[in-house]
T-cell receptor
Framework: KAGVTQTPRYLIKTRGQQVTLSCSPISGHRSVSWYQQTPGQGLQFLFEYFSETQRNKGNFPGRFSGRQFSNSRSEMNVSTLELGDSALYLC?????????????FGPGTRLTVL | GEDVEQSLFLSVREGDSSVINCTYTDSSSTYLYWYKQEPGAGLQLLTYIFSNMDMKQDQRLTVLLNKKDKHLSLRIADTQTGDSAIYFCAERNSGNTPLVFGKGTRLSVIA
């Protein structure tokens, strides 16, 4: 079974721009979560989607948004980029509620904001 | 809120056992996980344990859970240079809550 895929793997943007990251979950998984990883803050939860609905949201500003499509693929968007948004963005998929919901991670998208 | 603490660094000699420790504050933590991250890569799930278990063994990996002290450990037997990575402890108190991660322990294996 193919793992979680994330595109693109690397991105360079400038302050003020916006960016969209994509995540395709493991086949059959219906839940997708997004995390931000930085050297200072470590791994922080952004949001989780299940069946196209946001189930949980972390403590991030409204510039960070996401969505999930009917095929369970998910995108996250960051508008008005700031230097502090430079990070590795990780997507994780899991079967969904009712299971142990163990999360499997993709390789991440490394975003650099100049 | 929930907090997960890990020591930042561990150095061991090849062939020795490594023990990575983790403490958590949420007494209702139900699921506890160990993930491995190699340079430039995402997180690889190594193993997990449920709160109704004390120990889980999976090949070279042994997880011990002390619920009273809220302490979790990961033992890697016969540590190899390929085990050099950052190891993250994570917990969640139900299938409906997000994972809470520690800051990670960087394991260096000396040949």
């Amino acid at each position: 079974k193919a793992g979680v895929t994330q595109t693109p793997r690397y991105l360079i943007k400038t302050r003020g721009q916006q960016v969209t990251l994509s995540c395709s979950p493991i086949s059959g998984h219906r839940s997708v979560s997004w995390y931000q990883q930085t050297p200072g803050q470590g791994l922080q939860f952004l949001f989780e989607y299940f069946s196209e609905t946001q189930r949980n949201k972390g403590n991030f500003p409204g510039r960070f948004s996401g969505r999930q499509f009917s095929n369970s693929r998910s995108e996250m968007n960051v508008s008005t980029l700031e230097l502090g948004d430079s990070a590795l963005y990780l997507c994780a998929s899991s079967p969904g509620p009712g299971y142990t919901d163990t999360q499997y991670f993709g390789p991440g998208t490394r975003l650099t904001v100049l | 809120g929930e907090d997960v603490e890990q020591s930042l660094f561990l150095s061991v000699r090849e062939g020795d056992s490594s023990v990575i420790n983790c403490t958590y504050t949420d007494s209702s933590s139900t699921y506890l996980y160990w993930y491995k991250q190699e340079p430039g890569a995402g997180l690889q799930l190594l193993t997990y344990i449920f709160s109704n278990m004390d120990m889980k063994q999976d090949q070279r990996l042994t997880v011990l859970l002390n619920k009273k002290d809220k302490h979790l450990s990961l033992r890697i037997a016969d540590t190899q240079t390929g085990d050099s990575a950052i190891y993250f402890c994570a917990e969640r108190n139900s299938g409906n809550t997000p994972l809470v991660f520690g800051k990670g322990t960087r394991l260096s294996v000396i040949a």
